[in-house]
T-cell receptor, first 113, second 115 residues
Framework: GDSVTQMEGPVTLSEEAFLTINCTYT??????LFWYVQYPGEGLQLLLK?????DKGSNKGFEATYRKETTSFHLEKGSVQVSDSAVYFC????????????FGQGTRLTINP | NAGVTQTPKFRILKIGQSMTLQCTQD?????MYWYRQDPGMGLKLIYY???????DKGEVPNGYNVSRSTTEDFPLRLELAAPSQTSVYFC??????????????FGQGTRLTVV
């Protein structure tokens, strides 16, 4: 079945550092790809998405590019802030049927001032 | 706009007890989902529904039941609670039509402990 593998955490960085969280996927079809973020005590929120190969999703300074050739969707940000501390989940969804999400295990990110 | 609302936020159950986790959404979404999140793991799909009266099993359905009598509500029932069901439960909803793939909106979660 479909699966998502994320870079293991936790990740700790200093403010203004460059961030990369790796994500690779296995899917039989042509999925849509997502990054969700979970702030402490809250539910998941969509951070960005890409629906086809070479698409770049972006939001709040975060970016990820759908790479079909390497089956990857790595999350990047050029300069992180303390407020970016959260758990980040990579996920995929088959675009037909019920659009069920398959999640990676999550990466806890802590940014120190 | 309330979005997806889950109740309760926290609950402690004894082994063998039953309970229902409530979920309601006010966005007129046709798709609804229940996921569980175990420590250090991603979310796993328990059950989902593509519309009122239609439900189906996800990856980890054992020990749970659902119903979808209205578009808005999608309760999750635990009949005989077991320690393995200690987890955080998330309800989500989205709109789907053909190949259109829309954002899933999540509730704030229910933290359940079975002792």
């Amino acid at each position: 079945g479909d699966s998502v593998t994320q870079m293991e955490g936790p990740v700790t960085l200093s403010e203004e550092a460059f961030l990369t969280i790796n994500c690779t996927y296995t899917a039989t079809g042509y999925p849509s790809l997502f990054w969700y973020v979970q702030y402490p005590g809250e539910g998941l929120q969509l951070l960005l998405k890409a629906t086809k190969a070479d698409d770049k999703g972006s939001n709040k300074g975060f970016e990820a590019t759908y790479r079909k050739e390497t089956t990857s969707f790595h999350l990047e940000k050029g300069s992180v802030q303390v407020s970016d501390s959260a758990v980040y989940f990579c996920a995929l969804s088959d675009r037909k049927g019920a659009q069920k999400l398959v999640f990676g295990q999550g990466t806890r990110l802590t940014i120190n001032p | 706009n309330a979005g997806v609302t889950q109740t309760p936020k926290f609950r402690i159950l004894k082994i063998g007890q039953s309970m229902t986790l409530q979920c309601t959404q006010d966005m007129n979404h046709n798709y609804m989902y229940w996921y569980r999140q175990d420590p250090g793991m991603g979310l796993k799909l328990i059950y989902y529904s593509v519309g009122a009266g239609i439900t189906d099993k996800g990856e980890v359905p054992n020990g749970y039941n659902v119903s979808r009598s209205t578009t808005e509500d999608f309760p999750l029932r635990l009949e005989l609670a077991a320690p393995s069901q200690t987890s955080v439960y998330f309800c989500a909803s989205s709109y789907g039509q053909g190949w259109v793939n829309t954002e899933a909106f999540f509730g704030q979660g229910t933290r359940l402990t079975v002792v």
